[in-house]
Structures are given as structure tokens and as C-alpha cells.
């Protein structure tokens, strides 16, 4: 299965986490959200780009789905955050983890904050209306404060490390 799922955060359902410069998260994760689509299929993939409610979640079968988020606006905090959805295969879900962290680390510069991942990440609403065999992760992408030079500015990296990451995991076989 060739097919790629990427939620853009709150696309579709107001405007997420907003900085008192009016900067909003929904900006930030459409456009990253955007960008890698496009790279995804220039490389041969079909991926889907859902809204944050997006009716086609339910059961929704994909090869990777992958919850684009940004983190809030706190002062000095930096860096991003990962969590995977639990399926029956521990392995699968630890590669997953793993490719997207270690490649967006490697592309973006940016510090992976494993003590912020939250119980509403690793319980993710959308994890419980996917198919249950769809491997599938949120990323906080960065902190809207202090990683805007990455979310805003040069996105390209982000997008970079969560392309490599993707490819990572599909192509883990393969090695």
C-alpha cells in the first residue's frame, strides 16, 4: 500500500495554538502539511491531506499517517515532540518513532523533548479512528515562540526531516 495520510493540525477546525503576534498554529501545519504532500508524490505516493476532523479517519487505512502539530507559544521553550500510536506490533511502532525523530532531529536541528509528550498525544483522538492496523504518530513540530525560524521561515527543513522520516519507515524492510 503506496497511500500516506498527513492531518494538518486543526485544519478545519479553528486555528490551534496562536502567539500574541498573531501567529497560529493552522498556518504553520497547512503549509508544512502542503509542502511534504507535494514531495510525497512527486516521489511516486498517493497521500491524503486531512482535516483535523476529517470524516475519513474512520477506519482509515494507510501505509503511515503521520498528525502534523505545533507546539504553543511559551517563551524560551524549544524543540519537538513525538508520540506513536500503540499497535499490536511494538516493533513497527518504535521504527516509526524512531525514523521521525531521528531525521527530524538531523534536518531541523531541533532537540526531540521526550518529557513533554503528553497523555494527549500518545492518546491522540485520532489514533482510535484509524484502522487498527494503520501505524500512525503526532509530531509537535516545534514551539511557535522560539522555532519559528524553522516552522515559518524555513520550512523546507522541516519538511526535509519528516520526508526522510517517512521514507525511513517505509522502506525499513528493504535495508
Do not use: W
Not at 486555528?15 to 497547512?30: M, Q
Not at 486531512?50 to 502539530?69: G, K, S
Amino acid at each position: 500500500m503506496n497511500v500516506i495520510g498527513l492531518l494538518a493540525g486543526h485544519q478545519g477546525a479553528g486555528r490551534g495554538a496562536t502567539c500574541s503576534d498573531g501567529v497560529e498554529e493552522v498556518t504553520i501545519t497547512t503549509d508544512i502539511a502542503a509542502r511534504l504532500q507535494k514531495k510525497l508524490r512527486e516521489a511516486g505516493y498517493q497521500v491524503d491531506l486531512l482535516d483535523e476532523f476529517d470524516a475519513r479517519l474512520d477506519n482509515y487505512q494507510a501505509a503511515v499517517f503521520v498528525a502534523l502539530h505545533a507546539d504553543s507559544c511559551i517563551r524560551g521553550a524549544s524543540g519537538f515532540k513525538i508520540a506513536s500510536r500503540k499497535i499490536a506490533d511494538s516493533i513497527t511502532t518504535r521504527a516509526l518513532r524512531d525514523c521521525l525523530q531521528g531525521h527530524y532531529h538531523e534536518a531541523t536541528h531541533l532537540e526531540p523533548q521526550p518529557f513533554g509528550v503528553t497523555p494527549a498525544m500518545t492518546h491522540y483522538y485520532a489514533f482510535d479512528r484509524l484502522a487498527p492496523e494503520t501505524p500512525a504518530a503526532i509530531i509537535e513540530l516545534g514551539f511557535i515562540s522560539t522555532d519559528r525560524a524553522i516552522l515559518l521561515d524555513q520550512p523546507e527543513q522541516a519538511v526535509q526531516g519528516l520526508y526522510a522520516g517517512i521514507i525511513c519507515f517505509l522502506e525499513r524492510d528493504k535495508r
